[in-house]
């Protein structure tokens, strides 16, 4: 076996230790059952991918009904989704692999039709701008408060059903993003407005989660953050604004912060004449402070060490890990030349991959791209993935 870094363990400040830097970002594969429970789909496909890697983020799950964005999201809404939560995260923690769960509101970014009738919501009344996408109701202050709520107690419930941790989704373009943006954020209260004002949703979530974790988990317990460092339309995100933010959300208590792009190394998407990757304007900012997760595009060990290299704590595998659920027993085992690249239809069922997945994928492929990303490639990985 080579003596990659990436095999490393790694002890965060909280106490606890993660056996290695790969980890598994987390991918809605539309197993959920139509209520958001957990199904036996979902736990099959975890097993698969649970034992090798430090850290497995479980797909997106919604901390209000009307926070759900796709069918077949998961939820943790409710009390009663603890159960099977509670054999996701033990399923998940086999051989010493770290659960966490992520926790999502979509706001603007899903329809009418998902949420059963009910209109979706979001920082203001503006539609995202994609076709056929529907104009939300803005939040009250009241219900913005409620929502900052819910995503305390689904960690909770995350620690009642045994995870390690929780990630907050702050990314993608769903609703904490939404709350950043100056493009769907066009609000003229304290939610509104300066860098100040667009970042207090992220960053009381983060506190209430944090005033949670204090009190009621009993052993150490991971608070995770995943930002898109950027957006495209104008107004919209830049990378001065994600810098202020970064700078506040390293002394927020978090314990790491999981960066989403399409392409690890990607440079600004605005901006072309900053010639440096934007993880690495982001690692600088964060000086240390907290660990970064990196993704996208990543797939062999190469690739993964290149991360480690640059200083980066950890490396996300995950189209690859669709692919080839023993990525790091394979590495260890020096099995090197067996990783899968490429699947074949034929292998899906055998991978824990549904046909729901494969209609998902399409959409990535065909649209901005899941990550909020603008990649030109991204639609060309995405297709490269299920190749016959
Ligand atoms: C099928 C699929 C589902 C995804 N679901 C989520 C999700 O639930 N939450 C999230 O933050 N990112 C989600 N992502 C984004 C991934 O976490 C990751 O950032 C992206 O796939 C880029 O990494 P990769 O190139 O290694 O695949 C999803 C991606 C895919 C392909």
Redesign the pocket.
Known sequence: MTDYQFLKPYTFKNGMTVKNRVVI?????RSGLEDGSVSRDELYYASLRAGGVGMFIT??ANVTATGKGFEGELAVNDDRYLPRLAKLAATMKQNGTKAIL?L?HAGRMTNSQILRGTQPVSASAIAAPRDGMETPRALSETEIKEIVVAFAMATRRAILAGFDGVEI?G??TYLIQQFFSPNSNQRTDQWGGSVTNRMRFGLEIVNAAKMVIDQYAQTPFLLGY?ISPEEVENPGIRIADTLQFVDRLADSGIDYLHV?M?NAWRKSLNDPQETRPTILRIKDQVHDRVPLIS????QSPADVEKVMAAGITFA?????YLREPKWVQKVEAGLEDTIRYRVNRTELEDLGLNPA?LD??DV?GTDLG??GETDATASD??DAIFKD
Do not use: K
């Open positions: 970002p987390p991918m809605t594969e797909p997106a992520q999502i989704h990314a993608n995943r989403s399409g993704v996208g595009g990543l996300a595998l995950g189209r690859e997945l998902f994928l990535i899941y990550a990985r995405v």
